[in-house]
T-cell receptor, first 114, second 113 residues
Framework: EAGVAQSPRYKIIEKRQSVAFWCNPI?????LYWYQQILGQGPKLLIQ????????DSQLPKDRFSAERLKGVDSTLKIQPAKLEDSAVYLC????????????FGPGTRLTVL | DQQVKQNSPSLSVQEGRISILNCDYT??????FLWYKKYPAEGPTFLIS?????DKNEDGRFTVFLNKSAKHLSLHIVPSQPGDSAVYFC????????????FGRGTSLIVHP
């Protein structure tokens, strides 16, 4: 079974530029999550999708971050404009449904904002 | 305000010995606890979990103990192997809510041959 795929794996941008990350969850998984992991901290949830609808985006900085999962499968997370403090690993995870007790994580995208 | 705390950033253990990783939580509404393991350049992978109705769960070399009154859980690895060297994240969630886990900062375990 293929795992959660993410691209790119690494991205370096200047502050105020925009960037987008892509995630392809495990086939059949209805729920998709985006996490931000700052160095030395645990993953923090940014947004949770159930199929193509948003379940929880309370921690998403909506003035600069946006995410979509238009067809209920792949998802894109965008940052525009990026700030220095956005430097982090962005992890995508999926689960069978939102009440599933186990999430499966992708390898993450390491973002460096200069 | 950290609701899940892993106070030891790192732990070094000899191969074959026991590794004990600790985790404390502050929110009494948490009733489901998980441990994830993370290798460099990879995402976290689920290791073991425990519900608050239990005080112990065992899976091979891994055992998680839960002390609800102390709001403390620990992960025991016996015997430790060099391949266990990784960052271990403790996470807690509320099953009455969305199951979304709150993660600790992680403990880096190094098992020496």
């Amino acid at each position: 079974e293929a795992g959660v795929a993410q691209s790119p794996r690494y991205k370096i941008i200047e502050k105020r530029q925009s960037v987008a990350f892509w995630c392809n969850p495990i086939s059949g998984h209805a729920t998709l999550y985006w996490y931000q992991q700052i160095l030395g901290q645990g993953p923090k949830l940014l947004i949770q999708f159930q199929n193509n609808g948003v379940v929880d985006d309370s921690q998403l900085p909506k003035d600069r971050f946006s995410a979509e999962r238009l067809k209920g499968v792949d998802s894109t997370l965008k940052i525009q404009p990026a700030k220095l403090e956005d430097s982090a690993v962005y992890l995508c995870a999926s689960s069978l449904d939102r009440l599933a007790d186990t999430q499966y994580f992708g390898p993450g995208t390491r973002l460096t904002v200069l | 305000d950290q609701q899940v705390k892993q106070n030891s950033p790192s732990l070094s253990v000899q191969e074959g010995r026991i590794s004990i990783l600790n985790c404390d939580y502050t929110n009494s509404m948490f009733d489901y606890f998980l441990w994830y393991k993370k290798y460099p350049a990879e995402g976290p992978t689920f290791l073991i979990s425990i519900s608050s109705i239990k005080d112990k769960n065992e899976d091979g070399r891994f055992t998680v103990f839960l002390n609800k009154s102390a709001k403390h859980l620990s992960l025991h690895i016996v015997p430790s192997q060099p391949g266990d060297s990784a960052v271990y994240f403790c996470a807690a969630s509320m099953t009455g809510g969305s199951y979304i886990p709150t993660f600790g900062r992680g403990t880096s375990l190094i098992v020496h041959p």
